[in-house]
């Protein structure tokens, strides 16, 4: 059984800065696809960046690659969003998810089988 948790959540000013982690845990680290996904208050989730552990180049969703980044750690089997010059409109509770296992070509959220419990993120202006 899998287990994913997320943390580093907070509030900050726009322009501020804030660093996502997520643990990923019960062997679905390995050649899997593991997601940032976001919904802020009133609207649908959406996708935010997705990484598959087995390669280098993560696939952006509904942010601009430069202000968001994301990271693995192998040694640790933990996936990191860093992100830069936050905005009000990135004031959402963040989820990460994981696949079973396979790569991040299909990302839609019904692709994923396991997911976080979420952490809220609140960007002020």
């Known amino acids: 059984q899998g287990l994913l948790m997320e943390s580093g959540g907070g509030s900050v000013q726009a322009g501020g800065s804030l660093r996502l982690s997520c643990a990923v845990r019960?062997?679905?680290?390995?050649?899997?696809?593991i997601g940032w996904f976001r919904q802020a208050p009133g609207k649908e989730r959406e996708g935010v960046v997705f990484?598959?552990?087995?390669?280098?180049?993560?696939y952006y969703g509904a942010v601009e690659e430069g202000r968001f980044t994301v990271t693995q750690d192998n040694a640790n089997y933990s996936m990191h969003l860093q992100m830069e010059a936050l905005k009000p409109e990135d004031t959402a509770i963040y989820y990460c998810?994981?696949?079973?296992?396979?790569?991040?070509?299909?990302?839609?959220?019904?692709?994923?089988?396991?997911w976080g419990e979420g952490i809220q993120v609140t960007v002020s202006s």
């Open positions: 990484k598959y552990t087995s390669s280098l180049l993560p």
């Open positions: 019960g062997g679905l680290w390995r050649d899997n696809c």
């Open positions: 998810a994981a696949r079973q296992h396979g790569t991040c070509f299909r990302r839609d959220e019904s692709d994923f089988s396991t």
